[in-house]
Structures are given as structure tokens and as C-alpha cells.
């Protein structure tokens, strides 16, 4: 019995799609187009708090300082972080010729970059900062000498008479370079370095000004100065986001 060729031409057809599908089938299942297991990891953001603890153990050991600190940072994204820092100090200065003790309060306000990459869900900061830094504050002249250059003849003047100067400001700059480890869940110990740079200072009239609160000691003929930090925060969790 003869087949037709229009018969013969639809088997041939039928069993040529068969093939397809079926090549197509296995080429779907191998193991290049399987789903593969990925590990994803989730970044904390949220509010870190903490304070400065050189400033207190400082107020303990030094009879002519004492200060507090309190500081804190939020980040914003994978390596930026709004940062700022709080407080007051009260610290007496002296040499041959005049004693003055700085008393008052200071906010600075600027942003953290962390430059250090962390492994899985590690929180470490190896970090760069800007801050602008204000601060209000009064200055007591507790005494000072008026220098003779008759060392010898003319007995020095000396004055004991206590004089304050409130109502003073100053604003200046900070370039800041630190590290904060985790050495517990959320807890983080830190250092940094600053260094500063004056912008403007109100001075009481006939002096000038040996410590800013928050810019710390100063420098004839220079507006710049550094300062150090050793600080304890908590990270507080609000979010998390994939790494």
C-alpha cells in the first residue's frame, strides 16, 4: 500500500516538533539554568549614640578641666553618615603672666564616609569626616601681671581682680580621621583625630582667647588647632537593607 505524500509530509512534521520540544525540554533542566543558592546579607541603619570618654576620665584627672560630650550619627546610605557632636566645657589656663578660665557649650554638625569594606554582616568603620563647629561661651580673667622690662628695680604689677567676658562665639572647621569596631552586638568603642581650622572668635578686650570650648586650646597667630577623641556608642536599629 502507497502512502500519500501529504500523509508522509505531516508524520514528518509531527515527529520534527516532537524532537524540538523535547531538546528544549532537556536544555531548560540543565544544570546551567538552575537557580543557584545566594547568600544575602542585611545592613543595619539607624541612630548610633555614645559619648566621649577621654573628656570624663580628664575631668577626673585634671583639677583645671572639665568637660562632657555626647555625640551620635545616622546613616544615610551604604558608606554616609550625618554625624554630630554635643557639650560643654570649663577649662583654666595659665602661664607667667595670665590665668583665664573658658566656660561654655559647642554643637558640631557635618558627615562621616566610611572607607573600610566590611565581610558579610559586619558593622566596622574605618572612617574620613567634615564638621562645622560653633560654639558660645564666656572667658574670667583671674589674674594677670603687667611684664617690666626692669627686671631688676621695678617690682612686677600684679592684679588679682576677676573680670568676665560673656557672651562670646566662635565657628570654625574640622577635617576628622577615625575608627569604630564593634566589640559587642551594636556596641562600638572608637578613636578619632581632628583638625581644626578657625573660621571667626570673639575676643574680651585686652586678651586673647587660650581655650574654645569644643575647638580646645589655641595658638598665637594661628587659627589652627586639633583635638582627639575616645568615644563609647550604641547603635540603635530601626531598619535593615540588603548588602
Known amino acids: 500500500m502507497k502512502i500519500p505524500h501529504t500523509l508522509t509530509y505531516f508524520i514528518s512534521t509531527v515527529v520534527l516538533l516532537l524532537f524540538c520540544v523535547t531538546v528544549s525540554a532537556q536544555d531548560q533542566n540543565t544544570p546551567e539554568n538552575t537557580p543557584s543558592d545566594s547568600l544575602v546579607v542585611k545592613q543595619k541603619y539607624g541612630l548610633r549614640l555614645g559619648g566621649d570618654i577621654s573628656k570624663l576620665v580628664r575631668s577626673f584627672l585634671d583639677e583645671e578641666y ?49 572607607m573600610y569594606e566590611n565581610w558579610l554582616d559586619m558593622e566596622n568603620m574605618i572612617y574620613s569626616g567634615f564638621r562645622v563647629g560653633a560654639s558660645t561661651f564666656s572667658q574670667q580673667r583671674n589674674s594677670y601681671t603687667v611684664y617690666s622690662t626692669n627686671q631688676f628695680w621695678a617690682p612686677q604689677f600684679t592684679s588679682n581682680e576677676v573680670e568676665k567676658f560673656s557672651g562670646l562665639t566662635a565657628i570654625w572647621a574640622e577635617l576628622i580621621m577615625g575608627i569604630k569596631a564593634e566589640v559587642l552586638t551594636n556596641l562600638f568603642v572608637g578613636i578619632q583625630a581632628q583638625l581644626k581650622f578657625s573660621i571667626s572668635e570673639d575676643t574680651p578686650e585686652n586678651f586673647g582667647n587660650n581655650y574654645i570650648p569644643g575647638f580646645g586650646k589655641t595658638y598665637d597667630g594661628s587659627k589652627i588647632g586639633a583635638g582627639y577623641g575616645y568615644t563609647v556608642s550604641y547603635l540603635i536599629p530601626i531598619f535593615k537593607k540588603n548588602k
Open 66 to 114: 572639665t568637660g562632657f560630650e555626647i555625640n551620635g550619627d545616622y546613616r544615610l546610605t551604604k558608606n554616609w553618615y550625618v554625624a554630630g557632636e554635643l557639650g560643654t566645657e570649663e577649662k583654666t589656663s595659665s602661664n607667667d603672666f595670665l590665668s583665664t578660665t573658658a566656660n561654655g557649650s559647642y554643637f558640631k554638625a557635618g558627615f562621616d564616609y566610611n
